[in-house]
């Protein structure tokens, strides 16, 4: 070995350590995430999330995705899991939720986080959203858009305002307590009349629901029904009244009728548990952690082409009370927990 | 023995031809052929879990195969097969939770029913097809959309079990069909695929009846000539084909999944087909070629992983691989058929 060479070994040698030190400063984590969903709604938001994470926080990231084969799912955690090189895997998908448990309990040094739902395994991270806390501000601007009546253009004086619900079940109850509580703190005189489909899955079933409430004097109806909930944004738009999307932005459902859409922000809640593993905490098996107001996991969005026509005080109040939210002077009740 | 040979040696061109093709795709998406080639491989076989992860791909797409095999056989196209799959996956599925009976019992009543249900569901396609000539590609085709949105209807709406999946309760433990080893999924469903390839080849080859289905699909004019009721021949064949296709939905329910969910087996029916045809209709032949897009299943789910090239690229090689396929036996057709009269097709 000649002179030359063996100091362009040297070299390369000290390189590699340098490079190494810089890995280890950057906290080497290696982030994946496992869906067969990535192309819409929430999982755009997930992807949303990890890609901020690789540019800020310098982390790895990949997306596995799980195509719609039940038989590949239990193969694909496996394989993920398998080498160990991952430190963190977000799952999102019900159907995933068999492979994701038997993944988790084999290979309790790969933290498996599951989005959007809370499940009896003790080995898996939850993120959670704090649907109760949007809700409470969904129901504090219907309740005082209502409040304002005829004053706004296509609202009656029925001073009520309407839920929808897909099943009568814990977590969509807690939708609408959140919803109820926040129409009385800001609009104590206003009916709050809510009914449920019984289906997730009907968008037909939430469209009439939705005119037999109009029919009882609610002029804005919030949805928290799933595709049932698609018929509730379009009834809107065929009686001219008003509604409330949900989880993500339906502003664009039946544009001028959806006042707001309460948003699940995944990316923000993705992100940060992500930046907490940078910073060194430890995801405990089996904790739940919740994204809410305060955090912007969870967040009222004024649907743009109707920003115009709620009234700036009514703006001013919704700001206040989100504020009260963040700073826990306001609890918002909730049926999950 | 020679024309056997030229359709091996065909097949296999064909296929070489796709791979070919295949690593172009490849090459587009700035990963390395050969890094993908590895990667599947060992995906496939690289341990003994991943073997067993390729055979457990493998039994669906043989079961569906040797349904396909059975109808091209008499010169009939089931293409119905994933229909038939979702059905028979249902109500073996409905019987495994429905009832609780002793373990023998359980599983064979689950199974009939999966059996049944296959039959039930290519009946009115059959009967059609039979009496009145009713294409039988295109019904049975149809039919597959119906049984996906008729059997998730059920599960979401009637036997819904708590919680966020859309998925039936599970199955009591007396209708499990067994696991081969402690280490994987893999069940008795690949040995029943591989008796049934037997079976199958054994009829066609060494019966009286099979050699008469065999003659109806080379030539059904001849055929109806020798004294062959086509109608009733045409009927039983796909009654039979369509049971094979249920026990492959009854295989899947109570061999892997011990429940019906949406999205239970998403074509496998097709897969099927895809390995009967490559097989040229043998049901010995299909056992290879079910293996081979078992092998290239498995392997693609370590690919998604491990590369950065996407499972989808699958598919790709798979959509190439049908069409170098049926080329070649075009071209094959075109050079040697011309006394082939009323063949429909050529197996």
Known sequence: MSRWSRRLVALCGASVLALASQAALAKDVSVAAISGYFSQGFGVAIVEGLKKAEADLGVKVKLVDTGNRALDYEEQFNNLAKGGEYDIVF????????????????????????????????????ANFAQNEGSFLAGALAGLMAEKGS?????????????????????????????????????????????????????????ELTMALYGQGSDIVYNVAGPTGEGVLQASAAAGKYSIGV??????????????????????????????VVDGKTLEPGSVHTANVKTGGVELLLCPDVADKIPADVKAKLEELKADIASGKIKVATTTQ | MSDRFDSFFGQALAILFALGLGALVILTVDESPMRVLVTLLNGAFGSPERIAGTLLQTTPILI???????????????IGIEGQLFMGGFWATWVGFSFNLPPALHLLLAMAAAVFAGMAWIAIPAFFRARYKTNEVVSTILANYVAILITSYLTINWFKRSGGQSETPPIFESAYLPELFSFSRLNWGLIIGLALALAVHFFFTRTSRGYAISEMGANPKFAEYGGIDIKKQTFLVLIASGAVGGMAGGVEALGVHHRFMEGFAPGFGFDGVI????ANGNPIGTIFTALF???????????????????????????LIILAVSAQITIRRKA????????????
């Open chain 2, 336 to 347: 040697s058929d011309s006394t082939a009269g009323e063949r429909r097709w050529k197996f």
């Open chain 2, 293 to 319: 897009f078992g092998a290239l299943r498995s392997g693609s789910l370590l690919l998604e992983v491990d590369t950065t090239a996407s499972r989808e690229i699958i598919t790709v090689i798979q959509a």
């Open chain 1, 91 to 126: 799952v999102m998908g019900w159907e995933l939720v068999d492979a994701l448990q038997k993944t988790a309990e084999a290979y309790p040094n790969t933290k498996f986080v599951f989005i959007d739902g809370v499940l009896d395994s003790k080995h898996v991270v939850y």
């Open chain 2, 64 to 78: 569906c195969g040797i349904a396909a095999c059975i109808s091209f056989r008499a010169g009939l196209f089931n």
């Open chain 1, 151 to 207: 004053e706004i253009d296509g609202l009656g004086d029925g001073k009520a305002i309407g839920f929808v619900g897909g099943r009568d079940i814990p977590v969509i109850r807690d939708f609408m307590v959140g919803y109820e509580q926040g129409a009385k703190a800001a609009a104590p005189d206003v009916r709050l009349d809510a009914v449920f489909a019984g289906t997730f899955d009907d968008p037909a079933k939430g469209s």
């Open chain 1, 247 to 276: 989880d993500v932005n339906q502003c664009n459902v039946a544009p001028g009728h959806v006042m707001a859409s309460m948003l699940k922000n995944a990316n923000v809640a993705v992100y940060d548990l992500v930046k907490d």
């Open chain 2, 275 to 278: 390995a009967a045809l490559l």
